[in-house]
């Protein structure tokens, strides 16, 4: 069972390239969320999609766009990266709509941007 | 005034205490509280979840929610080191599903 699997683990752009973080979920969740963790800022929502064809923003979403491919994945891209863009960024999946709430998240993305 | 706050320590017990972590919330009508445990370089993982007033426990851990006064608590009994990490604190206003996450708190369990 492997949860919530992110691609890559590490990444380093140049300022002005683009790349896609991958996301898949094998629980059969409804709600996907892509997040950045900085020092000091704590978890900070960038989008989410409650279910299969639907995304919003979150709290940060600006420099970023997303893709709710199917149920399991959840793609995100930075279109032109920028070096305030460095930060950890985690998926996390969700069942909506009962009891639990709670997330499952990714291992994580750590982008360098240079 | 942050929605959910947490000190962010570090907390620093012996081996074998009570760690105490404590989380605040400014809404009123939140209805869904969760803590995560997060070790450095790693993803949080979900720990311990309440809904209701009063303590929920689970082996050596304790949550305990308090409406009234606006917090919630985790309690780590039997402190080991391996529970040194960052506790994370979330808290889902009612009519949502997007939690809105404390800062954390570090906990570090010495021998």
């Known amino acids: 069972n492997a949860g919530v699997t992110q691609t890559p683990k590490f990444q380093v752009l140049k300022t002005g390239q683009s790349m896609t973080l991958q996301c898949a979920q094998d629980m059969n969740h409804n709600s996907m969320y892509w997040y950045r963790q900085d020092p000091g800022m704590g978890l900070r929502l960038i989008y989410y999609?409650?279910?299969?064809?639907?995304?919003d923003k979150g709290e940060v979403p600006n420099g970023y766009n997303v893709s709710r491919l199917n149920k399991r994945e959840f793609s995100l891209r930075l279109e032109s990266a920028a070096p305030s863009q460095t930060s950890v960024y985690f998926c996390a999946s969700s069942q909506t709509g009962g009891a639990d709430y709670g997330y499952t998240f990714g291992s994580g993305t750590r982008l360098t941007v240079v | 005034q942050k929605e959910v706050e947490q000190n962010s320590g570090p907390l620093s017990v012996p081996e074998g205490a009570i760690a105490s972590l404590n989380c605040t919330y400014s809404?009123?009508?939140?209805?869904?509280f969760f803590w995560y445990r997060q070790y450095s370089g790693k993803s949080p993982e979900l720990i311990m979840f309440i809904y209701s007033n009063g303590d929920k426990e689970d082996g050596r851990f304790t949550a305990q929610l308090n409406k009234a006064s606006q917090y919630v608590s985790l309690l780590i009994r039997d402190s080991q080191p391996s529970d040194s990490a960052t506790y994370l604190c979330?808290?889902?206003?009612?009519?949502?599903?997007?939690?809105?996450f404390g800062r954390g708190t570090s906990l570090i369990v010495h021998p």
């Open positions: 809404d009123r009508g939140s209805q869904s």
């Open positions: 979330a808290v889902i206003r009612g009519g949502s599903y997007i939690p809105t």
């Open positions: 999609s409650a279910s299969e064809g639907t995304t």
